[in-house]
């Protein structure tokens, strides 16, 4: 169904405190969290894709503690949990395609409080329903589908032109649109990173056998692949493999795709059916070398895409969120303009070490781990036990690499 876009004249009402570009997971949770902490502050998201349409990703996030404790604080944890499956264990194995045996190199227990899961899988087209819900009744406003195609710093505002002709000014433009981020280019900002040359398969399985809860990471030649549970006897698939043979998997027939599948699933989940359309993302590591500028916020994968490997994407986003709605709250409560180099740079400050932390740490693992090479391999059977006792290590696949001191206030599950 076609949806109203909001487009008001060139006047007053196109003036805003803040607009972000990109109504994607981490640009709608952001919005939310200015608009519950300050109701008043007038927050525009403009987007060529209406989040309020259905949405085709086929995609589900394990969303770790704090992620949950912010999506708490915003009021939407309750709708969304009724569509998400917890994860009670998680086995990661480096192994090779159609083992039967496949040696154990990372297990975890005693890794959060007990009786908490390690992480919940959410959908991502409950994730961004949920949000955009959410959205319009604090009276977020809408453009979209429409997109920013330019802005000038024209103080004490930035002005942008949408696709559409609209004008709108504000006080801060919010990037967060996605990791090939056009603002971001836009904003004159340089990134570090490369491609990887794989593509990660994405897919939802039904099987015979209940999941238990159980998630399974085997480290394969090609790449990682990813079975997490979702409610009912399904699973989420994320599957990497070399760019060329993702695409092969995802547009060829269904029977091969299932064979490669079972190849590397074994038995433990009994008799395998496709639930949802095959889907491929390239992946590739892009941080930006600034994530701020006069006026202007890179927020999400706009300022740091990295790989899937452990489900750590969003997760950063969402401390992105975090960290940047309490800077601008904290600047508005004090009657100072949150639009100013100053003020954001505590934002950059606060998220610049997490970021690349955990950027360092996937890109590393995702090399040690994409390869056959025998050497390679030696080291880490040598280093199994090791790794296994490694607390860093484990703790960013649970989310937790940045330790629970200094924490935004929202991922402590309390309000701005
Ligand atoms: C296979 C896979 C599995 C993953 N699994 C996990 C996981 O389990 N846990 C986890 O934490 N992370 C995971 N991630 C990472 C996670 O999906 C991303 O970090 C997340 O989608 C980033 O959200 P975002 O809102 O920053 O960007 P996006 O979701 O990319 O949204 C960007 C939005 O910007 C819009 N846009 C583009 N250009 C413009 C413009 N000019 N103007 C306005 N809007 C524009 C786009 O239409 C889009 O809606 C996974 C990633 C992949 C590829």
Redesign the pocket.
Known sequence: MARKTTTTSKSQNNIFDVVI???????LAMALALKSALPSLRVAI????DPRAPSNDQ?A???AASGRNLFTALGVWDDMVVDAQPIEEMIVTDSQTGNAVRPVFLTFEGETESGEPFAHMVPNQTMVRILAQRGEELGLEFFCPD???HFTLDEPFQTLKLASGVELKTKLLIA????RS??RNLAGIQTVGWSYGQS?I?CTIAHSEPHHGKAWEHFLPAGPFAILPLPGNRSSL?WSEKDADAQRLVNGDEFTFRMELERRIGNELGDLSLDSPRQC?P?GLKIARDFVRPRFAL????AHGIH?IA?????L?LRDVAALSEVIVEAARLGQDFGQLDVLQNYERWRRADTVQMAILTDILNRMFSNDIAPVRLARTIGLGLVDRMPGLKKMFIGEAAGSKDQPRLLQGLAL
């Not at 967060?176 to 990791?179: H, M």
């Open positions: 570009a990109g109504a994607g997971y981490a640009g403009a987007d060529p894709r995609r996030s394990a969303i997109r920013v195609t967060a649109d996605g990791v056009a603002l990660a994405v994320v993302f992946l927020l999400g994968d706009a899937p489900g750590q994407g969003l997760n986003g």
